[in-house]
């Protein structure tokens, strides 16, 4: 069994780093999802000349994303590990009553001054241990588990809230806080690009973050490459419950009372956003950045039809349409990867 | 996910709860019948529950309902029951079936979460001999009288009547003259439609008064923020008054306002008059001009007081007049100026319930019965 | 999760190295008696094994004879059950990898064990110390830093590969190399003298890929000792130093290499010896009409005017090195991708709109290379996987249990499965066998027409491989038309009747073996 190969080892051996693509730091890929924002931004711009990119309408969507934008980051990290978080809402409503009870309201309860909003994002990350300790120990799925928590969460809200008058926030003071502005853009916005700054440092150059993406890729690889599994998850949901009550309590400053709902409707709009964005439910591939584009997406699009004068009886179906079209040209670029479709 | 045997333990202990349940209901039913007489069999306020079904129990209004029917039974002394439907038509049903299973007469009063539920709660009572007065949302096909004395009546508010006389307020208020946007409720909602028609309706009567733009908000106060915020970039400097289809999303609005810093530039008007709108209220120059008042407790001793009447056999509903089994209230027209001689029923509701059982469902200030349903819209 | 009050290292846990008083350095391992059971099942039985420094070991057997579990012992991550392992003279235990790792083990393993979604550089940091690593130090990656260690470790192997690519992005060779890599730097961690342990590294490589991968093997051992674990016999016999054969969890025969022929090696790990004369050509179907015929074939990018045609019962067997476009061009006649000029005749009609599915329906059936990936469904039992293309004549809609638990338990036994277990979810079974089940969903239908096999024979032992060459030929007699992407060009030899040779894109040469016997240099001058 002659090896005739052998002839030319030299040759070959410096061949195999050739077909290695180099790595982009900004991926062409996501080229497609700002392409379908700016078509977005360019179409109501077109259709609203005087009013879509006024300074009025820009402060209206940068603090209207904010939000979406917090949960979005903690989110983000969720799904990158593979897993889902489905408890926002709920959350979102607990930490919310719990800051706003333990600041200045209406119903006079305590006012613990800053501390009140420790209290709102300790409560969401309390949540979020909560819910990743029993993912990880008791090895349940954090579809469920999470799923159930979202209901705990509204459950806690609903015990706060109590059946006495709302709590409201007296005007000026906090609750003017998000909507001031800061070198023209609300302090709101401000506040998601610091949560977007300090998750995207998280995600490219700690371990946390590297290890979050290690897991989405294959659990038992990165187990036998040292991760620790559990751990890593726990810290994560611990940091989505952060954002997520960071989030409540700036829906509820913005709301200027206490609601146990404070976070309706938010729970589809960062998953939509994560997914859009091109954050692979599967874990392992995407980033804070591009959740960041898939709530732009959503907010833009939701502003953009109110503006628009789309009937509310049809904006829905228009949304969904047009997300469809903004998805399939986000795609376009990477569709040759995507050789089977599920 | 689930380990069989924990679930099967649970499956065990609900079932030992239901047969435990229906034996001790099973025993008392041989106990002397108390009624005051009437066509149907009497039922005694032992043998009986009442049963309020509210859409969830955060809204303050479904706060005021509960507050309601509590206040009901703890005066006839009789159990009450509180079915929370958690936003879902799904749930509503399966916990008034659940209720209906466990063997007591049900006087049942539901405030539907959609129209749609309404037939089968009706059919369910019926063929469990109890009796049920629907509130708010029923199909308009559905008439109490086709169905029987077991579906006693159905009870709302008129919408028609609260949008024109928000929108009335608010178009007197900007003298005649201005630009307008309003808030609707979730989009195939009756209330949300027939509240939105009155005030469209209302508006015809000026013609200088333009209606730039209705939107829904979804009974939401984060959405009546986020519509409020858009609209009032879309049209910047140029609203003068909002409509909104109920204070929980006028909520909203005004905050928006607040943020834009035009809460003193612009009139709002909505329904239902709630604790955080009569703080507004109250204040000097309250840009709130309108407000309807109705109370979540009075609708629900209302409709559930009527239930009762006919499960004890006090009334007979057959032969009551079509005006009393699909039933349109008295709703109040407020403003700043008299809205106190209203809220004044808020800091005894003990007291009002007095005058409910002393005059009957149909008598009772401030919110007599004024007409008969189905609700027809303006110009139809 | 390993707890972590097992954080003792090995190191920490040896006593003062004994046995070394005249000077011969002890051994880098010495296995004695170790016994690993799982429930009543015993997968590695008694087994004794040492590896001296700067000593290549290589170590054979069949599937299924307790390659891997000896592998995983040595890794850490499982414990054995009974005996003692020593590293250097001193005694260690493995609770978990990072022990293994701090003793100075470096596993490449055959599964995937890097992160296909990460970096080279980081996929080269991430292992059971990367704690201790500068570039990683306190949970900050110092990304400058980590590629230029990642470079350095990659030029150790003669590696050109680029630190910041995306290991999902690197061909088979290139992983392996970084496997490689990573197991080699556990010596620039911990100081101990490496023990690079590899798990079939060439089962996915190219022969001339693999001619590399031998090279670097041999340049190890100047630096530490490597245990080599493989099923290519030739290969095993050119690069170890000692050879240890594995069967039913014991070792069998343990032999200087020179000391052994191939046969021997065969028959130690088969229990019987090697079959003779595996051609004929009697006794087929063949059928006179052309079955696929493919005309001036172009995909841009992939393959150039490629022409060919497979008569029923007859088989072609396409060559070619790496970006040759063959696998591409097996996918298009398949449906699996489309083309841009040409044509494709099934039955001497041209098809128009080809797709799988009507491919299926007509007959073909695809047994893919990434067969994870593509050709099982790993969460669903061998049954449920076999069955799964069986539609057409069967009631389409109504799951017939009893037969199809028949039909698997059949060809569970043509195929010689192990473990025998018909309900067992298809991802619970060796790389070879999952190979067996997938051929099995194919081969199993009366429908079948043409078979196209990308690499059939990947990561299989010469038993396995056997095997599944005998239901290749099974179904090629019966009158199947068969297009094979061959492993190795003595496969190709030995089961093509025509060879098509490609290089590039374009096809080189075509021989008909019945008038023309070329050799492997023939094929290998006009592949590269």
Redesign the interface.
Known sequence: ??????R??SE????????????HRFEVRSLGEVGALAVLIIVFFAI?PS?FL?I??I??IL??AATPLIVGVGATLVVLMGAIDLSVEGVMGAAGMAFILTTEN?RGSVDLGPLSFVVGIAMGAALGVAAGLIHTRLK??SF?VTLGFWFVGLGI??VL?G?E??P?LP?GGIK?W??ETFLGLPHSFWLAVLVIAVGWVVT?????G?FT??I???EE???????????TKLYVFAVAGACTGLAGIL?TL????G????G??VLFLTVAAVVIGGTSLGG??GGVLRTTLGVFMLTVL??GL??S?VD??I?SGVSGAVLIVAIIFAAWPHRSRL??VK | ?FRTRSFRKHLVAALAVVVLGVSACSTTTGAGAGGTGGSQAPIANEDLVLVASVIN??N?YM?SM??GAQALGEKLGVEVQIVDSAGSSQTEISKIQAILAQGKKVALMVNTVASSDAPTIVNAVKQAGGYVVIWWNKPDSLEPWDVGNNFVAFQKYSGVESGQCTGRALAESLGGKGNVIGL?GV?DSTTSQTRVAGFEDALKAYPDIKLL????ANW????G???T????????NQVNGIWAADDAMI??AT?AA???GLYNDIKFVSDGL???VV?MMSEPNSPIVGETFHRGFMAAAIGLYTAYLAATGEIDPATLPEEKRDSLFKLACVTPTDFQDYTKWDGDVDAWIDTLIENGPWDTEPTPLVGQGPEKLPGT | ?TRSTSRRTAAANARPAAGSVDGAPPPALRLTRITKTFGPITAVKNLSLTVERNQVVGVIGENGAGKSTLLKILSG?HEPTSGVMEVAGRPVQFRR??DA?AAGFGVV?QE????????VA??LA??????TDNA?RF???R?RQLNREAAETLARV?????P???VG???F??RQ?VEIARALRVDEQTHATPLVILDEPTSVLE??????LE?EIANLKSVGSVIFVSHRL?EVR?ICDRIVVMRHGEVVADRPTGDVTEDDLFKLMIGHAAKADKRSDAGRTVGAQNLVEVRGLTRRGEYRDVSFAVRPGRCLVIVGAL?SGRESLARTVFG?EPFDRGEIRYRGDVVSSWSTVRATRNGMAYVPAERRT?GMVGGFSSTENITLARTGARPRFVLNRAGQKKLAREWFQRLDVRPDDIKLSLQRFSGGNQQKVVMAKWLQSDRLRVLILDHPLRGLDPGAAETVNDQIRIARDAGTAVILLADTL?EALDMGDDILVMRDGDVTARFDLSVDTPT??DL?ERM?
């Open positions: 069994m002659a090896n005739p190969v052998t030319e080892p070959q051996s410096v061949s195999t780093g050739r077909r290695t693509r180099p790595h609203n009013t006024s009025g309408n402060r209206t603090d209207q209406s349940v799925p469920i809200a609903t809230f059946t008058t709302i409201l005007d003017a998000p909507n490219r150059f700690t371990r946390l590297r993406y290690a989405g890729d294959s690889v990165a187990r036998s490459n040292g991760v620790g599994v559990a751990r829906a913005r709301l200027g009372a609601a146990p709902t404070v309706g409707g392992g591939r939701t502003n109110i503006l004068g509310s009886s904006q050789r089977i | 996910m129990t955060t303050p706060a509960i507050e609707a989009e733009e209705v939107q829904s939401d106060p984060q959405q923020l986020s519509v915020q858009s609209l009032l970039t879309k049209y910047p909520i909203g905050n607040k943020n834009a709630y604790p955080p703080d | 999760m991550l990898p990072q790792v393993h995937q064990s890097l992160l296909s979604n990460l970096s980081e996929n991430m292992n059971a110390l990367s704690s990683t949970g900050w990656y990304w003669g590696a050109a590969i680029d910041r690519a995306i992005d690197l061909s060779v290139d190399m022969r001339n890929e693999t001619a590399i090279r030739d050119r970006g699996a593509e003595e492997t240099l290998l590269v």
